[in-house]
């Protein structure tokens, strides 16, 4: 059997079905709609009405720091460029020559012995070094250091 | 930190002078439009009858011709919409891509009418305190619930923490008056000179106040129009109508928007200048699409209207087919009044071009369309069921899920929307349209038979 002909079927019956549906809904919705109607009330000319409202905010509490202002423009973190400071040196064959023949100049270490201070927040200094107060609680006045 | 323990209240008076029931059935009014139209129609067929002697038709021939003659009409018809809507819409796009507004950011006042919002008006306000904006407060205005929307909008009273200020939110208690007086009580109490209309349903995404409020640095424009985006989706009827809102009328609001005359300010976001507004004389009641009845109010007054697609409101759709028939059944009302309230400016294009061009767009739109597409869709039952040409509902069928198709798959791209949603094209037009033209054109006959209705409120998920 050929396509067209099923298709127009099904069309056909489709589209009875579609008008039997719509004057149906159609009388069905006026008789529900006659079994709640009620008669309107006639309207006055002028109403009483009540507004209900909050009491007026300064405007300084209505545009708050905690509410997100909208964004208007984009920040961009600001980038400082340090310039590069060029020295004069020219390096030629000749200038490398030379600072190789130059003799490497020693630097001289200074070696300290720092005094073990205990991690204490008083401090007292003796003779024998920083003692805290409660070594030394006998030998006089706490010092401030 | 809130500050919502020191609230005071007070009383004031809200003018609802405009507060009409939306229609008011006369049967003398029903008599004489069923006796017009009767004379007419048999005035006609006399014409018919004593003309077609004097051709050379007969009687089958005339009713074969006229049918052919009247598909012609309808399909050329309906390409022209679809290509005029779809090339306005590019141009629109095109043009909204390389234009840039930005910086103008005034103080603005948002307006959340609710009646019996009690499970929706939390996410709403809390989608309000998201907003990418610093400037603006919230007045919620409880048109009379009587659910615990009261005590649940009490709660949100103070100054709340927004995303970039502390946001200052009111409540207006006010009796039952309808949405539009509802509307007009925020707008009145407003700070803002320019307000934001939407519903207690609706939640904005985060960026829909600063692109929408920007297009108003140009001081033609009286009123920009949001993209309405449908919130519950994963069935099928609210899928059907997530691509609805984009293919049927996010589409045809882009490309209104290229000639600046949008009809219809949606309800769930639109943003007004509050001078267009006033001078407009604020909303009225006295339609069932105060929305759609503003928007022509505006552009009489010479105002130019935008339509911003990223400023979205999402909002709950009907859940089921009862629910949907009565938004429709209201809508279509709604906007048959709003067209009759402004007759004269449609019939005389001297006063406001414009205007009665948007006119006989929403007039095409609400009262030739829907009777045409339904006729069309009888033709090939009867074609079928009675000559035998059961093909012809097949060709015709693949030509407009072709177009529905390719339509879908351009604003699925363009509004970067659920590319899923494209597959319910196939069916979109034979099924989904075809159930809500049968409901606009028993709405129309409703209409002008002057049979009363009232504002039906639609059931809440709150999912």
Known sequence: MELIPILSTIILVATISTFILAVGAYILYKIRERKYKEAPAPAPEMMNAELVEPKEL???????????????????????????????T???????????????????VEHRIVPEVPDSRFLKYTEEGYVTPEEDRDNGEIKWR | ??????????????????????????????????????????????????????????????????????LVIFLFILLIRYFGILILSYFYLSEYTFKSTNGFKPFVSIIIPVYNEAKMIGKSVASLLKLNYADYEIIIVNDGSTDNTKQVAETLVGYQKGKHSRIKISLVNKMNGGKASAL????????????????????????SLKLAVRHFANPKIGAVAGNVKVLNRGKFITDLQALEYIEGLN???????????????????????????????????DTFAEDADLTLRILAGGWKIYYEPKSISYTEAPENLQQLLKQRYRWTRG???????????????????????TLWVMFYEALIWPPMNIAAHLFFIVAALAFGFTSLIFFWWAGLALLDLITALYCVAAEKEEFRLVSYAIIYRMVFILIIDICKAMSTVEEFLGVKMKWGKLERIGN
């Open chain 1, 58 to 88: 300064p405007r300084e509490k209505i545009y708050v720091e905690d509410i997100v202002k909208p964004v208007t423009h984009v920040v961009k973190p600001e980038v400082r460029y340090r310039p590069v400071k060029q020295t004069d």
């Open chain 1, 90 to 108: 020219f390096y030629s064959p000749q200038y490398v020559a030379r600072k190789e023949r130059e003799p490497v100049k020693k630097t001289r």
């Open chain 2, 1 to 70: 930190m809130n500050y919502k323990r020191k609230i005071t209240k007070s009383t004031f008076k809200i003018d609802s002078s405009s507060s009409n029931p939306a229609t008011v059935g006369k049967e003398w009014k029903f008599l004489r439009r069923i006796l017009i139209s009767g004379i007419l129609s048999l005035i006609l067929i006399f014409i018919i009858l004593y003309t077609l002697p004097k051709t050379v038709l007969s009687t089958s021939s005339l009713i074969e011709y006229s049918t052919i003659v009247a």
């Open chain 2, 184 to 207: 007009n009580a925020g707008i009145q109490i407003s700070r803002g000179d320019y307000v934001l209309c939407m519903d207690g349903d609706s939640q904005l995404s985060p960026d």
């Open chain 2, 251 to 285: 589409m045809a609001r882009s490309a209104q928007s290229f000639v600046r005359l949008v009809n219809i300010i949606p309800g769930p976001i639109g943003l007004f200048r509050k001078e267009a507004i006033e001078k407009a004389g604020n909303y009225a009641d």
């Open chain 2, 335 to 357: 906007i048959i009044q709003s067209i009759r309230k402004h007759k004269k400016l449609m019939l005389n294009p001297t006063i406001n071009f414009g205007d009665s061009f």
